[in-house]
């Protein structure tokens, strides 16, 4: 190889170097020597020029004539360089561990193990036998597979053809479709007839909006072509299906869908009537995580969620999450926690989502509470967990009980990430101002007194190492004024004031913020101390937030709801 490479003339910067020969017999010693004299030579350009003749003056006795120059093909480079080339092409493959490398909250799973499928990237599989396992490999990582008996067909065919592709599949993720075509709404069309029908139902779309109507008539009679899915398939037969086909798999996704008056996924086919044993799903053992979106239509009751448990023995990490606030959603998961599985040590339980902005009133709920208050039954599963995760309805009577709990436990908490999103907080029943937002004085009121309990419960829960506490507004004013509260590595950003202060200062000695504000940053401040609002929000989400400044921005009839 040095033979080849063209000499550079002789100058202050430069010296010139002559070729040496190698003999065939050359010794494998002999060979790295100078495969190291060559690398040092390619990469720095610049050696000192007595070391090289040193080095030459010592291989010259044992160099003659010239080998031919070192090929070095792409099957040959270790795998690692592969690797990372499919990596650069593909993305990093993310591991299947429930918590990422630096960081504390758990994993979202939707597009984790998931990499692109396009044309040009999956035609690399044709490059070698080593790249076409090592593509096989992110392609098949995560699959998707519609939940109905011909999808289950389709895809029990597929990987029964080509059996060496199941031990890839990491990630199942199974959707069950709530609609479908009836028959014979969807005729065949030719090319020009499709088109006409494109800009006819572009025409329709601008009679609908110019005309501010909804109704089913005006577009194209959707209710007479779609209708509920009647070919789903149950989950015996999907748990039969994965533990058939992808006995290697980790991760278990099942997305039940929604609607009006959605259907429940059936787990059975046929249910004798007179039972004396309760029927069993296909046990997965290999099942780490289970994940539910759409869960009403997955579980309605405690038992439907015990009957899936027994099927994923070995679960360790749980994700349940609801399309719509539901206050039958409350009382069965209350009923579920109370009844949780001891594997499990990762929990992320999304109550209301955040597809409806309207403010989750209180007084829809009351009846809730007779029956169960969540955060009880949440709060005493807290400390058996490492890390938990919630959104929904929620108050300080969460770290209360975890507290209780951690006493009567002898290891203590096990509790090292909490994150709650906080859809509304549970108040009195005769409070008559029970809205949300950072212009809602009472709201704020009940935002502070959670995160007093928060760090009240720190120099118990001393595991605890992230602490998130945080409220989402879509339809707020100025969306980073939103309050929240987070505790990471003894470091706190959020709101603040005097009496938070003192708490950590007993609970979490340790524990300071970076930086402490006094005012919102908004608008200026009269003479008489009233805030003038001129339109101007900040840029950037605040470091601190003293908790009286949003006085000045709320609104009059939830200040004087708040003092009455």
């Not at 009880?376 to 599963?381: E, S, T």
């Not at 309990?453 to 707020?476: M, N, Y």
Request: aromatic fraction near 8%; glycine fraction near 6%.
């Amino acid at each position: 190889m040095l033979a080849d490479m063209p000499l550079a003339a002789p100058g202050p910067n430069t010296f010139s170097f002559t070729p040496l020969a190698v003999p065939k017999s050359t010794t494998p010693d002999t060979l790295l020597a100078i495969t190291s004299l060559q690398t040092a030579f390619e990469t720095h350009g610049l050696l000192d020029q007595e070391t090289v003749a040193r080095s030459s003056e010592k291989l010259a006795g044992k160099l003659q004539v010239h080998a031919p120059p070192l090929k070095i093909q792409l099957q040959n480079l270790p795998v690692e360089i592969h690797e990372a080339m499919l990596d650069h092409l593909f993305g990093v493959r993310a591991s299947t561990s429930s918590v990422a490398k630096g960081s504390h909250a758990t994993r979202g799973w939707s597009n984790v193990l998931r990499h692109p499928r396009r044309k040009q990237l999956s035609n690399l599989a044709l490059v070698s036998p080593l790249w076409r396992r090592l593509v096989q490999e992110r392609l098949y990582r995560h699959i998707k597979v519609k939940g109905t008996q011909a999808g289950l067909h389709q895809c029990g065919e597929w990987f029964l053809l080509h059996r060496h592709l199941q031990s890839y599949v990491k990630h199942i993720e199974v959707w069950v479709p709530v609609w479908e075509k009836k028959v014979g709404s969807s005729p065949a069309y030719t090319p020009a007839q499709i088109n006409a029908r494109q800009v006819q139902s572009r025409a329709i779309v601008t009679t609908i909006v110019t005309a501010n109507t909804t109704s089913f008539e005006e577009t194209n009679n959707i209710s007479l072509v779609y209708q509920l899915a009647s070919h789903n398939a149950t989950m015996d037969e999907i748990f039969a299906c994965v533990k058939c086909l992808f006995p290697h798999s980790c991760i278990l996704t099942l997305e039940g869908g929604h609607c009006k008056k959605p259907p429940m996924i059936q787990l059975f086919r046929n249910s004798p009537p007179h039972a004396t044993e309760p029927q069993k799903l296909p046990v997965l053992s290999n099942i780490r995580t289970l994940v539910m979106k759409g869960a009403w239509n997955i579980i309605r009751e405690q038992k439907h969620f015990q009957t899936l448990a027994a099927a994923v023995p070995n679960v360790r990490e749980w994700h349940c999450s609801f399309a719509k606030p539901k206050s039958k959603s409350y009382i069965m998961m209350s009923k579920i926690l109370q009844h949780i599985p001891p594997t499990l040590t990762h929990v992320n339980i999304c109550l209301e989502s955040f597809y409806d902005k309207a403010a989750s009133s209180a007084h829809m709920w009351n009846k809730v509470y007779p029956a169960r208050h969540i955060c009880h039954d949440l709060g005493a599963i807290a400390p058996q967990l490492e890390s938990l995760t919630y959104t929904g309805r929620i108050c300080g009577c969460f770290f209360s009980q975890a507290c209780r709990t951690t006493e009567q436990l002898r290891g203590g908490s096990k509790l090292k990430s909490l994150d709650i999103v906080v859809k509304n907080s549970c108040r009195r029943k005769l409070n008559w101002n029970d809205g949300t937002g950072i212009c809602n004085w009472t709201f704020i009121q009940a935002f502070q007194a959670l995160v007093l309990a928060g760090g009240k419960s720190l120099d118990v829960l001393t595991a605890l190492k992230h602490l998130r506490i945080r409220f989402i507004d879509l339809d707020s004013p100025c969306a980073l004024l939103n309050p929240y509260f987070q505790l990471t590595n003894d470091q706190c950003t959020g709101i603040w004031n005097e009496e938070i202060l003192g708490i950590l200062l007993r609970t979490r000695p340790g524990a300071q913020y970076v930086q402490l504000n006094d005012d919102l940053g908004i608008g200026s401040l009269t003479k008489e101390g009233l805030r003038v609002l001129d339109g101007s929000w900040p840029k950037q989400r605040p470091l601190s937030i003293k908790i009286d400044s949003y006085a000045s921005i709320a609104e009059p009839s939830s200040l004087v709801g708040a003092f009455l």
